[in-house]
Nanobody
């Protein structure tokens, strides 16, 4: 059974930083894409970032480009999201997702990822 477990969420002041981690178990995602999505209160889930497998190509939502960095450690089956210069608009539940059969045009679509974590709360507030 595949499981994704996120950690690293919490409360941070505007301008602060956090690093999220997501560990996958049950199968290797070395050749697949691992991604982060988020959902703010009262809003739909949105794409944040994704990183492809062996090629390590990365993609970001415009709202986080230049502030967030996604990376992965295939040996640990883990994906990370380094979040800097956090803004109140970044508040929400952050979900890790993983999938194996993704083409470039679907990488920002949550429906294309077969496996999801339970989410971790990020609150950016002074």
């Amino acid at each position: 059974q595949v499981q994704l477990v996120e950690s690293g969420g919490g409360l941070v002041q505007p301008g602060g930083s956090l690093r999220l981690s997501c560990v996958a178990s049950g199968r290797s995602f070395s050749g697949g894409a691992m991604a982060w999505f988020r959902q703010a209160p009262g809003k739909e889930r949105e794409f944040v970032s994704t990183i492809r497998g062996f090629g390590r190509t990365t993609y970001y939502a415009d709202s986080v480009k230049g502030r967030f960095t996604i990376s992965r450690d295939n040996a640990k089956n883990t994906v990370y999201l380094q979040m800097n210069n956090l803004e109140p608009e970044d508040t929400g539940v952050y979900y890790c997702a993983a999938g194996m059969t993704l083409i470039t045009s679907t990488l920002r679509d949550g429906a294309a990822y077969a496996h999801w974590g339970q989410g971790t709360q990020i609150t950016v507030s002074s």
